[in-house]
C-alpha cells in the first residue's frame, strides 16, 4: 500500500441526514483514530430537518486550526450514494473510509483497515456491524440484529474469518478502485454497498472482511423507523435480486417466506384451525430465539426483544414481495459496467 515508513493519509467520508443525535460522538472517534498518517473528514449534507447542520459547522470551526480537519459538502437530494459521492469528490486521500452518522469507529481502526489492505491487496476492506443500544429498545434491536434468528449467517453481524466477501458493511476503499469504477451507482437508494463491491470483484479486485475492524452502530430508535428500515432493506434486496440473477440465497427468502406463510395461515383459521400452525410455530421460534440474544441484558430489553425481531423478519418480507419490477427495471437501466485496470 505504502513502501515508506509514512501510513497513507486518509479521508473519512460521512453522508448525515437528521443525526443530530449522534454526530458528534461519530465524528470525535474519527479524529480521536490512533492513527499517524493525515486524516481528514468530509460530511456530505443531506436537507435535515433537525440540528445536524449546525452540529457540522461547529465541527467545522473547532477543527479549523488542527491537523485532522472537518469540512463539508452540500448533498441536496439527502439519498446516500450522492452523498457518499460527493463527499468522495471533495476528498484527496489515497485511502478512503465510509462511515455513517449513526456509526462509531473503534480506535484502531483505520490502521487496521490500512494494514488489511495493505497485507491482503484488496480493493476495499470492513469488519463486523457491531450493533449497541442506549435506550431499552434500541438494546432490544442490537441484541435482534447480531442474532443468528435475526439476520441469518451475515459475518458483518455476528462475525466470522476472515477472507474475501461479496460485500462488507461500509468499506475502506483504495481510491484507484473507487475512481476506476466511478463511484457509487446513486439509482441504488439502498444496497449500493452491494452494488458498488460487485462491480469492485467482476473487475478482478478483492473485497476482504475481518472481524478485527469493528463498528459499533447505533440501532433505529423506535418500532416505526426500525420496520421503515427494514422495509427498505428487502425492498431494495429484490432490486439486487433482479440486477444480479443467482444473488439471492435461503436467508433473504426467509422473511418473505415467513410473512406469506403467516399471512395464508391466518386466511384459512376461518376453515380449519390448522390454519393458526405456521403463525403460532413463527412466534414459538422468536420467543424461543428472543432468549438466548437477550442474555446480560435488563429485562425491560428482554421483553422486546421477540418485537424487534417480528418486525425486522415481517418489514423486510412485505418490502421484497411488494418491490416494484419498475424500480428494478429503472436500476438495470443505470447499469454501470465493471471497469478493470489498463
Excluded: C
Excluded at 121 to 146: F, K, L, P, R
Excluded at 180 to 190: A, D, L, P, S
Excluded at 264 to 277: D, E, I, M, N
Amino acid at each position: 500500500m505504502n513502501d515508506s515508513a509514512t501510513p497513507p493519509a486518509v479521508s473519512v467520508i460521512m453522508p448525515v441526514l437528521n443525526e443530530e443525535r449522534h454526530l458528534r460522538e461519530a465524528v470525535r472517534h474519527i479524529l480521536e483514530q490512533d492513527y499517524a498518517g493525515d486524516l481528514e473528514v468530509v460530511i456530505a449534507l443531506g436537507p435535515s430537518a433537525d440540528r445536524t447542520d449546525a452540529i457540522a459547522a461547529e465541527l467545522v470551526r473547532e477543527s479549523a486550526d488542527g491537523r485532522r480537519r472537518v469540512q463539508t459538502v452540500p448533498n441536496p437530494t439527502g439519498r446516500t450514494p450522492a452523498g457518499l459521492n460527493a463527499a468522495i469528490d471533495a476528498s484527496s486521500h489515497p485511502v478512503v473510509v465510509r462511515v455513517d452518522g449513526h456509526g462509531m469507529l473503534s480506535p484502531g481502526y483505520i490502521s487496521t483497515a490500512v494494514r488489511l489492505l495493505a497485507e491482503t491487496g484488496a480493493q476495499n476492506v470492513g469488519g463486523i456491524m457491531h450493533a449497541e443500544g442506549e435506550t431499552s429498545w434500541e438494546q432490544a434491536v442490537a441484541a435482534a440484529m447480531t442474532a443468528r434468528i435475526g439476520v441469518g449467517n451475515a459475518a458483518f453481524h455476528t462475525g466470522g474469518e476472515a477472507g474475501p466477501a461479496d460485500t462488507v458493511y461500509l468499506g475502506v476503499f483504495r481510491r484507484e478502485a473507487l475512481e476506476r469504477q466511478g463511484g457509487y451507482n446513486e439509482e441504488f437508494i439502498r444496497a449500493q454497498d452491494w452494488e458498488l463491491n460487485f462491480r469492485i470483484r467482476s473487475a478482478g479486485g478483492a473485497v476482504w472482511f475481518s472481524p478485527e475492524l469493528k463498528v459499533s452502530y447505533r440501532p433505529r430508535p423506535n418500532l416505526r423507523a426500525l420496520a421503515k428500515q427494514y422495509k427498505d432493506y428487502g425492498r431494495w434486496r429484490r432490486v439486487v435480486a433482479r440486477y444480479h440473477k443467482g444473488s439471492i440465497n435461503p436467508r433473504y427468502l426467509a422473511p418473505p417466506a415467513a410473512l406469506a406463510g403467516i399471512v395464508a395461515g391466518v386466511l384459512v383459521t376461518p376453515l380449519t384451525p390448522l390454519g393458526l400452525a405456521v403463525p403460532l410455530a413463527y412466534a414459538v421460534g422468536i420467543a424461543a430465539g428472543s432468549v438466548p440474544a437477550g442474555r446480560g441484558l435488563p429485562v425491560r430489553a428482554r421483553l422486546q426483544i421477540p418485537v424487534a425481531l417480528a418486525t425486522m423478519h415481517m418489514s423486510w418480507g412485505w418490502g421484497f414481495l411488494t418491490s416494484p419490477r419498475a424500480l428494478a427495471q429503472k436500476v438495470i437501466a443505470s447499469r454501470r459496467p465493471a471497469v478493470t485496470a489498463g
